[in-house]
């Protein structure tokens, strides 16, 4: 299991993109995070009794070792160090947002037993180094990536300790070997507030702030009377909004709804997504909260609840919401789930945030687990996830060659033909121009 300390440490004890030593007031700091982040879970988390643990004795040993940090950075991985003790998907530390950030230039993916290249940029270190989409991650700076650990791996690389470069080990779909090391470029940010802002930044933040909604919003494309595919990136539209896209889909015999990816979102949102895409009352199951039991049931939408064939596509990286839905959908056989095996990531969590003292001033904060659901069946999918009706996986060639079959083959079953080349480019986003 990757061990977020020892990834803080791989490199020189220190990460590269930050490596000053801690001051006085910096330790202060983190000390102040340690305490106010340690008492949210006291108060808030959905289990009274932490699971047994002694959590005052672990917050004594954690403030050990901030002392004995030799940076923030690493400060910051002991206090998620400490939350990684409830051994839950939910509950984290969410530092201050590092003045750094990374663009690696690649990203990658667990595919069934595989971790797999998914992208890599045009023109970025990894490609002139030889990286390619479909090759397999052996390891990331020592680390070996695997289904269990690839959340969390990626947590540090992008949250916790983003470095200015990674080396990684690949194995290409011919079977050679290549230990690469991969530069990404960094991003230098201005602090959340105080004195050492500028207007210029504020108005970053909102423009930045607006993309990521964009980006986020359900998106449809319809393929004649037959099929209409409907890619939800996160589930954060609600309401009308969620009748209106039901309403598009209406029109069709089939909707395919893509949670590929899909790391969760609002209840309200997948509320109403269920309650469009069924006409009766439905048992989701039992939320079990910190001081009470209740049972979770939908109502249906009897008039305009789409009725046609359902199909809903998942992976490893459909985390939370994107997962309750996915279940219930195949618990009620109302659709057809395909894909691969879910993140097993399905607690409900709120972020409670806090500011640091001083100027400038930093926002911090963490995310804590308010309850588990247990399904309709009476298991809860956390560590566990959904097994699709069938698994259908991209190969290493797939991803070389820009592919979606899974799509493709979705469609399929629609009597759409959608080649798997095209299946790729259905949801290629262009941001709104200014």
């Given at each position: 299991m990757l061990s977020i300390v020892c990834f803080a440490a791989a490199v020189g004890v220190t990460p590269k993109v930050h490596g000053q030593q801690m001051s006085r007031v910096e330790r202060e700091r983190e000390e102040t995070m340690l305490q106010n982040v340690s008492a949210d879970v006291r108060k808030y988390y959905f289990d009274k009794n932490l699971h047994g643990l002694d959590w005052d004795a672990l917050v004594q040993e954690t403030k050990a070792k901030i002392d004995g940090a030799s940076n923030v950075l690493v400060a910051h991985a002991e206090i998620q160090a400490l939350m990684e003790r409830l051994n839950d998907s939910h509950t984290n530390f969410y530092?201050?947002?590092?003045?750094?950030?990374?663009?690696?230039?690649?990203?990658?993916?667990?595919?069934?037993?595989?971790?797999?290249?998914?992208?890599?940029?045009?023109?970025?270190?990894?490609?002139?180094?030889?990286?390619?989409?479909?090759?397999?991650?052996?390891?990331?700076?020592?680390?070996?990536?695997?289904?269990?650990?690839?959340?969390?791996?990626?947590?540090?690389?992008?949250?916790?300790?983003?470095?200015?470069?990674?080396?990684?080990?690949?194995?290409?779909?011919?079977?050679?070997?290549?230990?690469?090391?991969?530069?990404?470029?960094?991003?230098?940010?201005?602090?959340v507030t105080g004195l050492g802002d500028s207007t210029w930044a504020l108005n970053q933040q909102r423009i930045d702030g607006e993309n990521t909604w964009f980006e986020l919003k359900a998106q449809y494309k319809e393929l004649g009377p037959?099929?209409?595919?409907?890619?939800?990136?996160?589930?954060?539209?609600?309401?009308?909004?969620?009748?209106?896209?039901?309403?598009?889909?209406?029109?069709?015999?089939?909707?395919?709804?893509?949670?590929?990816?899909?790391?969760?979102?609002?209840?309200?949102?997948?509320?109403?997504?269920?309650?469009?895409?069924?006409?009766?009352?439905?048992?989701?199951?039992?939320?079990?909260?910190?001081?009470?039991?209740?049972?979770?049931?939908?109502?249906?939408?009897?008039?305009?609840?789409?009725?046609?064939?359902?199909?809903?596509?998942?992976?490893?990286?459909?985390?939370?919401?994107?997962?309750?839905?996915?279940?219930?959908?195949?618990?009620?056989?109302r659709g057809t789930i395909l894909g691969d095996h879910s993140s097993g990531h399905t607690m409900e969590s709120r972020v409670y945030p806090h500011w640091t003292d001083g100027d400038p001033s930093f926002l911090y904060g963490d995310g804590v687990t308010i309850a588990d659901t247990v399904m309709s069946d009476g298991k809860s999918l956390e560590k566990i996830g959904v097994e699709p009706d069938r698994v259908f996986l991209p190969s290493p060639s797939d991803l070389q060659a820009g592919r979606d079959p899974l799509l493709s083959y979705a469609a399929g079953l629609a009597g759409v033909t959608l080649t798997p080349e095209d299946a790729a480019k259905l949801f290629v986003r262009e941001l709104p121009k200014d």
């Amino acid at each position: 299991m990757l061990s977020i300390v020892c990834f803080a440490a791989a490199v020189g004890v220190t990460p590269k993109v930050h490596g000053q030593q801690m001051s006085r007031v910096e330790r202060e700091r983190e000390e102040t995070m340690l305490q106010n982040v340690s008492a949210d879970v006291r108060k808030y988390y959905f289990d009274k009794n932490l699971h047994g643990l002694d959590w005052d004795a672990l917050v004594q040993e954690t403030k050990a070792k901030i002392d004995g940090a030799s940076n923030v950075l690493v400060a910051h991985a002991e206090i998620q160090a400490l939350m990684e003790r409830l051994n839950d998907s939910h509950t984290n530390f969410y530092p201050p947002r590092n003045t750094n950030t990374v663009d690696y230039g690649w990203g990658f993916k667990v595919v069934g037993k595989r971790c797999l290249v998914t992208q890599v940029e045009p023109k970025s270190d990894a490609e002139s180094k030889g990286m390619r989409p479909g090759d397999e991650v052996l390891a990331i700076d020592g680390f070996a990536v695997d289904r269990a650990g690839a959340s969390k791996l990626k947590y540090a690389m992008y949250t916790l300790m983003p470095r200015s470069a990674l080396v990684v080990d690949l194995r290409e779909p011919n079977g050679k070997i290549l230990h690469v090391t991969a530069a990404g470029i960094v991003h230098k940010h201005a602090p959340v507030t105080g004195l050492g802002d500028s207007t210029w930044a504020l108005n970053q933040q909102r423009i930045d702030g607006e993309n990521t909604w964009f980006e986020l919003k359900a998106q449809y494309k319809e393929l004649g009377p037959e099929l209409m595919v409907l890619r939800v990136p996160q589930f954060i539209q609600t309401g009308v909004d969620v009748d209106n896209l039901m309403k598009k889909a209406r029109n069709h015999k089939t909707l395919i709804v893509d949670l590929r990816g899909t790391p969760g979102g609002m209840v309200a949102s997948v509320d109403s997504f269920f309650e469009d895409v069924f006409t009766h009352e439905v048992k989701i199951g039992n939320l079990v909260e910190r001081d009470k039991v209740s049972p979770q049931t939908i109502k249906g939408n009897r008039k305009g609840a789409f009725t046609g064939d359902l199909i809903v596509l998942i992976d490893s990286e459909t985390a939370s919401a994107g997962e309750i839905f996915a279940r219930v959908i195949q618990l009620q056989e109302r659709g057809t789930i395909l894909g691969d095996h879910s993140s097993g990531h399905t607690m409900e969590s709120r972020v409670y945030p806090h500011w640091t003292d001083g100027d400038p001033s930093f926002l911090y904060g963490d995310g804590v687990t308010i309850a588990d659901t247990v399904m309709s069946d009476g298991k809860s999918l956390e560590k566990i996830g959904v097994e699709p009706d069938r698994v259908f996986l991209p190969s290493p060639s797939d991803l070389q060659a820009g592919r979606d079959p899974l799509l493709s083959y979705a469609a399929g079953l629609a009597g759409v033909t959608l080649t798997p080349e095209d299946a790729a480019k259905l949801f290629v986003r262009e941001l709104p121009k200014d």
